[in-house]
């Protein structure tokens, strides 16, 4: 409830734990907005922390399947900017999305996964994720940082992602052949 009306009901709900008054706040609330069914969006509301959708710290939540996300607060934090830091990685990353417009349904840059920063998240409309390294080109750091974002992502979300590293050019086509063929790595050069 917080995450969505922060600053749109002038301060008057402000859920600080699990507390009688805080459900009274929200019932008011919800009364305010529809006074014939203030119950109709209980599971609306309550569903993204069922689901696990919705987390208290951050690198846990799972924006992209709430549908409150458009109206979160925590959501716009994940989602802000879209657009990697590095100029010449986000150019790089832009051209791969527009490759694979057909193929994702949504995308995150800059995602904290524990330790970690992942360049991107991508979410596949078939419901399968990939954490994504961007790089100018293929390299030993690459292939470690995407390993790393693959573990945190699966110690943090309890679900295998694809790794895929996006980069501009690649000098040895070998190497690329045995990261996807052996450690089952995606190289798309963009």
Not at 63 to 86: D, F, H, I
Request: net charge positive; proline share 4%.
């Amino acid at each position: 409830m917080n995450r969505v009306f922060d600053g749109k009901d002038e301060g008057r709900l402000r859920v600080r734990s699990l507390r009688w008054e805080d459900v009274e706040a929200a019932r008011e609330l919800m009364r305010e907005i529809n006074p014939r069914d203030p119950a109709k969006y209980d599971y609306v509301f309550s569903r993204p922390s069922i689901m696990g959708y919705c987390a208290p710290h951050f690198e846990e939540r799972v924006c992209t399947y709430c549908p409150l996300r458009e109206l979160c607060r925590s959501s716009r934090q994940v989602r802000l900017g879209r657009a990697l830091r590095s100029r010449v990685e986000g150019a790089i990353l832009r051209r791969c999305l527009e490759t694979w417009r057909d193929e994702v349904a949504d995308y995150e840059v800059e995602v904290p996964l524990g330790r970690y920063r992942a360049d991107a998240v991508v979410h596949y409309r078939w419901c399968e994720h990939a954490v994504v390294e961007v790089e100018r080109e293929l390299n030993d750091a690459s292939v470690g940082q995407v390993l790393k974002y693959r573990r945190e992502y699966y110690r943090l979300r309890g679900e295998m992602p694809r790794a895929v590293i996006a980069v501009e050019k690649v000098n040895d086509d070998g190497l690329r052949r045995e990261l996807e063929s052996e450690l089952g790595l995606k190289v798309i050069v963009c």
